[in-house]
């Protein structure tokens, strides 16, 4: 028995010597080498094309100007320039606020205290900020302000009618996240549910706040905690529905909160409209669904860099509630605007991260190709040195 044993053993020795001289043979030591490299290369994909289910090659639904397409400020935090956050309710804003605040690579970074929200970001040797966010100025223009209370309220807030004519130069870079809006009402409906009501909100436009008769509530007492998602989607002046359109267009264009101003379907157009421009014309803006890409637009476009990744949370409260079609169809039905909005705004970032991301790998093989002519210059040059020695050398020993 033993006997066998080791005859087949040594079969298997034999074998595998076999196969080893056979693929030495058929497959060089530099190709097996190369082959390796590759396989290691694929183990190690672009980071950025893994963190989601789109295609590996995007294609395109609108057409943008490479304009449009290249967001690059040059943003001077140590002068006068300003970034301003608008933070659109349950679109991941304070998981990226957070990020403006611990996470960014700085000369002089924040200054966050345990058990404090708002952090102190100065700028290099100054005492006043460069970033206008929750998190670093609080809500000084009204808790969640939208578009319209945040370009006429920020000049004001940040300068003084003195200080404005001092300061004409300065630069606001306004900057925001997106997110799915099916997801996001959701959220936000669980996190009404749990006694969220943002009152505090103003909503001023045109100098002013709502009048309840233009702007009612959707429940009698504190608070709507405990209500259904039915109900919830039930109240007609829900601010959940389009939220995002109507947070980032231009309400003053129709006639803020007073629906008598304007048929509806003309006023959807011109809020859609404005959502469109004011959200292509942003510094920046990134989407709940891409983090990771959404990390690296933002540090293309401000020369800012993050020090640590940012991380995909797929499961979130939203993602834990399982709804039917019908009611997934009504949601949609609610947030209209927004489902067209998110689709632009969809193809716009993606074309952007593409965009950028061949213009990053044109100026990689410019670099490369700047490199190898140097280095060949360098050669040239070495050689040429070295034969003009050899001949001296040659015509000296002539001369002896």
């Given at each position: 028995m033993d006997d066998k044993s080791n005859k087949l053993l040594l079969a298997l020795v034999m074998l595998f010597l076999f196969a080893v001289i056979v693929v030495q043979y058929v497959c060089p030591g530099t190709e097996c080498q190369l082959l390796r490299l590759q396989?290691?290369?694929?183990?190690?994909?672009?980071?950025?094309?893994?963190?989601?289910?789109?295609?590996?090659?995007?294609?395109?639904?609108?057409?943008f100007t490479d304009a449009e397409l290249l967001r690059k400020v040059d943003f001077n935090i140590k002068g006068d320039d300003l970034i301003v956050f608008l933070h659109i309710q349950k679109t991941g804003g304070t998981t990226f606020g957070r990020h403006l605040v611990r996470n960014i690579q700085l000369e002089q970074p924040c200054e966050c205290k345990a058990g404090q929200k708002k952090c102190t970001c100065h700028r290099p040797g100054k005492r006043e900020t460069w970033l206008f966010s929750r998190f670093s100025t609080g809500w000084s223009c009204g808790l969640h302000a939208d578009w319209t209370e945040l370009t006429n309220c920020v000049p004001s807030i940040v300068d003084s009618k003195k200080e404005a004519k001092l300061r004409p130069t300065r630069n606001f870079y306004y900057i925001t996240i997106l997110r799915d809006p099916v997801s996001r009402y959701l959220s936000e409906w669980r996190h009404v549910?749990?006694?969220?009501?943002?009152?505090?909100?103003?909503?001023?436009?045109?100098?002013?706040?709502?009048?309840?008769?233009?702007?009612?509530?959707?429940?009698?007492?504190?608070?709507?905690?405990?209500?259904?998602?039915?109900?919830f989607m039930d109240c007609p002046y829900n601010l959940a529905n389009n939220r995002q359109v109507r947070m980032l267009s231009d309400l003053s264009l129709v006639g803020c909160y007073n629906l008598s101003v304007m048929p509806e379907e003309q006023r959807n157009k011109v809020l859609l409209d404005s959502a469109k421009e004011n959200l292509k014309c942003m510094a920046f803006f990134g989407l709940t669904e891409f983090q990771r890409k959404t990390q690296y637009l933002f540090e293309k476009t401000f020369n800012m860099n993050f020090i640590s990744p940012f991380t995909q949370y797929n499961n979130t409260r939203a993602s834990s509630v399982e709804i039917d079609q019908?009611?997934?169809k009504r949601i949609e039905a609610l947030n209209f605007l927004d489902m067209e909005l998110y689709e632009y705004a969809k193809d716009l970032f993606l074309q952007r991260y593409q965009f950028t991301r061949q213009k990053d790998h044109q100026e990689a093989r410019r670099k490369r190709q700047e490199r190898k002519i140097l280095k060949t210059r360098h050669v040239h040059k070495r050689d040429q040195t070295d034969n003009a020695t050899a001949d001296y050398v040659e015509d000296v020993e002539k001369w002896r």
């Open positions: 396989a290691f290369a694929s183990s190690h994909a672009d980071p950025y094309r893994t963190e989601d289910e789109s295609p590996p090659r995007f294609v395109a639904r609108l057409n549910q749990r006694g969220a009501t943002w009152k505090a909100s103003l909503h001023v436009c045109d100098g002013r706040s709502p009048t309840i008769e233009e702007l009612p509530s959707c429940y009698a007492g504190d608070d709507w905690s405990g209500c259904s998602l039915k109900e019908q009611t997934q």
